[in-house]
């Protein structure tokens, strides 16, 4: 099994442009996550997703849309990038509803935002 | 609200000795306690889960207590390795879902 994975792991974009992060998990958990991770401010939550077909928002969804696409597939779209959205995003995923088990984590994406 | 609190500061350790941890949480305990490791350019990994009900959770050399008197969890690497060296995050319930301490950097000297 390849667990969670991300692409891409590394993206320069110009603000003002737009682009799709896409995470994928092969452990057929119910619940998906996006979280971002920037120096002194830790892991915080974006969207997640309890199950296919939900999507709820976290601590910091403004400037960011995701979509479900189905059990395996959770993605998360910038819009139109800007400076503040340059750090590392992770996906996630855990077995059961949101916050009942323990998450698995992909390796990252890190984004600058020129 | 509910809040998780890690010491930001890094944790030097002599290399043998017991690294421990301290995560604190604001408000009602949560069901759980979760710890993490996450090392340099990687995603976190679960290493363990400390139940409201529970104690003390042994895996090898870690040891993870839940003290719901102080609402503080410990979290003990013995004999500890320079392999141990990461940044160690704790992670709570709020409302449906988890959130995550800032992490605490660990580094084992040899």
């Known amino acids: 099994n390849a667990g969670v994975t991300q692409t891409p792991k590394f993206q320069v974009l110009k603000t003002g442009q737009s682009m799709t992060l896409q995470c994928a998990q092969d452990m057929n958990h119910n619940s998906m996550y996006w979280y971002r991770q920037d120096p002194g401010m830790g892991l915080r939550l974006i969207y997640y997703s309890a199950s296919e077909g939900t999507t709820d928002k976290g601590e910091v969804p403004n400037g960011y849309n995701v979509s479900r696409l189905n059990k395996r597939e959770f993605s998360l779209r910038l819009e139109s990038a800007a400076p503040s959205q340059t750090s590392v995003y992770f996906c996630a995923s855990s077995p059961l509803a949101p916050s009942t088990d323990t998450q698995y984590f992909g390796p990252g994406t890190r984004l600058t935002v020129l | ?110």
């Not at chain 2, 995560?23 to 679960?46: E, H, I, K, M």
């Not at chain 2, 139940?51 to 040891?63: D, M, S, T």
């Not at chain 2, 609402?71 to 990461?86: E, G, N, V």
Request: glycine share 4%; net charge positive; hydrophobic share 30%.
């Open chain 2, 1 to 110: 609200s509910q809040k998780i609190e890690q010491n930001s500061e890094a944790l030097n350790i002599q290399e043998g000795k017991t690294a421990t941890l301290t995560c604190n949480y604001t408000n009602y305990s949560p069901a759980y306690l979760q710890w993490y490791r996450q090392d340099p350019g990687r995603g976190p990994v679960f290493l363990l889960l400390i139940r409201e009900n529970e104690k003390e959770k042994r895996k090898e050399r870690l040891k993870v207590t839940f003290d719901t008197t102080l609402k503080q969890s410990l979290f003990h690497i013995t004999a500890s390795q320079p392999a141990d060296s990461a940044t160690y995050l704790c992670a709570r319930r709020r409302d449906d879902k988890i959130i995550f301490g800032k992490g605490t950097r660990l580094h084992i000297l040899p």
